[in-house]
């Protein structure tokens, strides 16, 4: 049985991403201008964005169906592990700005959820298979 909670945390990151895709696909400049960061080449934020409306899209598939699309999880959890231990590690490193900080940590907090999720699926998937023997 899939627990009630997962679908609001996957169906939350979507929307996460999703807002956050568009925010920087369509309004980067004011974004980047408002934390005082100098803007790179648009290209890059394009990409970024993006990939976050992807994964947005991805998140709201596995809402949608967790038990059936527990085998995405990873991915999503990859994504979270990588952009929140990016900026921690430059953070670490010497510094980032500020404006990625936030970010990260609701980055890592989706990545224990998501890795939370995850694992529970698979117990709950194991208990099935255990049942029908």
Not at 41 to 47: P, R, S, T
């Given at each position: 049985?899939?627990?009630?909670?997962?679908?609001?945390?996957?169906?939350?990151?979507?929307?996460?991403?999703g807002l956050l895709?568009?925010?920087?696909?369509?309004?980067?400049?004011?974004?980047?201008?408002?934390?005082?960061?100098?803007?790179?080449?648009?290209?890059?934020?394009?990409?970024?964005?993006?990939?976050?409306?992807?994964?947005?899209?991805?998140?709201?598939?596995?809402?949608?169906?967790?038990?059936?699309?527990?085998?995405?999880?990873?991915?999503?959890?990859?994504?979270?592990?990588?952009?929140?231990?990016?900026?921690?590690?430059?953070?670490?490193?010497?510094?980032?700005?500020?404006?990625?900080?936030?970010w990260a940590w609701?980055?890592?907090?989706?990545?224990?959820?998501?890795?939370?999720?995850?694992?529970?699926?698979?117990?709950?998937?194991?208990?099935?298979?255990?049942?029908?023997?």
């Amino acid at each position: 049985m899939t627990p009630k909670w997962i679908a609001p945390v996957f169906l939350l990151a979507a929307a996460y991403d999703g807002l956050l895709g568009i925010a920087f696909l369509f309004f980067s400049g004011p974004i980047f201008q408002s934390a005082g960061v100098p803007l790179p080449h648009l290209g890059y934020v394009q990409f970024g964005a993006l990939v976050l409306l992807i994964f947005a899209a991805m998140f709201l598939r596995i809402a949608r169906d967790p038990a059936g699309n527990r085998a995405l999880i990873p991915y999503g959890a990859g994504l979270k592990a990588a952009y929140s231990g990016v900026v921690f590690g430059h953070q670490l490193a010497g510094g980032i700005p500020a404006m990625w900080l936030p970010w990260a940590w609701a980055d890592l907090a989706f990545l224990v959820l998501f890795l939370v999720a995850w694992s529970r699926l698979r117990q709950a998937a194991g208990a099935g298979r255990s049942a029908h023997r």
